[in-house]
């Protein structure tokens, strides 16, 4: 019998209809001094819920670890993302999803998201397909993962590019974007690593290579 694969989720929290999918939670509240640790709250932004079930749709027997660090406004700190990342690598994560970035870059992440990487946890976060750069996926060891339009159900791309590594697109409930084209990324690897546990993260990384649907990036033609 082969072991449940756990998949961490870093967002706003999930929906009532997907608590049967998640078998840990913890919230990170910024507090006076420090950090406060609570139980789940009610996803109030969506943003978690969406990602939620675009993973899901992917791997439905994939058992979900949620670290919720958004409140309804939709804001975080590279604090909040760093213990949430530490709390995941305690719960036994395979594969992790963060549809989230930050401009800042703090030792605390970047600490955080290195020792994940060096424990062989495969760490997905979305990347805009141009601007400035956002961490976590701008640090070494991480799968960026953007929007890319030209992809449908179960197809990727792989992009290669100064933004993103690969390129993925689902819309759920009307949103899309990087956020949603990296959930179904992180949905796809984990599916593969279902398929074949016995592959080493190089490998895993470099099949979706293969079996990506499009390679490089778009390019726009002037008629």
Same mark, same amino acid.
């Given at each position: 019998?082969?072991?449940?694969?756990?998949?961490?989720?870093?967002?706003?929290?999930?929906?009532?209809?997907?608590?049967?999918?998640?078998?840990?939670?913890?919230?990170?509240?910024?507090?006076?001094?420090?950090?406060?640790?609570?139980?789940?709250?009610?996803? #109030?932004? @969506?943003? +978690?819920?969406?990602?939620?079930?675009?993973?899901?749709?992917?791997?439905? /027997? %994939?058992?979900?670890? !949620?670290?919720?660090?958004?409140?309804?406004?939709?804001?975080?700190?590279?604090?909040?993302?760093?213990?949430?990342?530490?709390?995941?690598?305690?719960?036994?994560?395979?594969?992790?999803?963060?549809?989230?970035?930050?401009?800042?870059?703090?030792?605390?992440?970047?600490?955080?998201?290195?020792?994940?990487?060096?424990?062989?946890?495969?760490?997905?976060?979305?990347?805009?397909?141009?601007?400035?750069?956002?961490?976590?996926?701008?640090?070494?060891?991480?799968?960026?993962?953007?929007?890319?339009? #030209?992809? @449908?159900? +179960?197809?990727?791309?792989?992009?290669?590019?100064?933004?993103?590594?690969? /390129? %993925?697109?689902?819309? !759920?409930?009307?949103?899309?974007?990087?956020?949603?084209?990296?959930?179904?990324?992180?949905?796809?690897?984990?599916?593969?690593?279902?398929?074949?546990?016995?592959?080493?993260?190089?490998?895993?990384?470099?099949?979706?290579?293969?079996?990506?649907?499009?390679?490089?990036?778009?390019?726009?033609?002037?008629?």
């Amino acid at each position: 019998m082969r072991p449940e694969l756990r998949v961490g989720v870093v967002d706003s929290g999930h929906a009532a209809e997907q608590a049967g999918s998640v078998v840990a939670g913890q919230r990170f509240r910024l507090a006076d001094d420090g950090l406060d640790r609570l139980p789940l709250s009610v996803d #109030r932004l @969506g943003h +978690g819920s969406v990602v939620c079930e675009a993973i899901l749709s992917q791997v439905p /027997g %994939a058992r979900l670890c !949620v670290a919720q660090v958004f409140d309804e406004r939709g804001v975080t700190s590279p604090l909040q993302i760093a213990a949430a990342l530490h709390w995941l690598g305690e719960q036994g994560v395979r594969v992790i999803n963060l549809s989230l970035g930050v401009r800042q870059d703090r030792p605390i992440l970047r600490g955080a998201v290195k020792e994940l990487v060096e424990a062989g946890v495969l760490v997905c976060a979305s990347s805009p397909a141009r601007g400035e750069p956002v961490f976590p996926a701008s640090y070494p060891g991480v799968i960026r993962v953007t929007g890319d339009a #030209r992809c @449908g159900d +179960g197809q990727w791309s792989w992009l290669d590019s100064p933004q993103a590594d690969f /390129g %993925a697109a689902v819309k !759920v409930r009307g949103r899309s974007g990087a956020s949603l084209g990296c959930a179904a990324f992180s949905g796809y690897l984990a599916t593969l690593l279902s398929e074949r546990p016995e592959l080493s993260n190089v490998q895993l990384v470099g099949l979706m290579r293969e079996r990506a649907a499009f390679r490089g990036i778009e390019r726009k033609v002037s008629l």
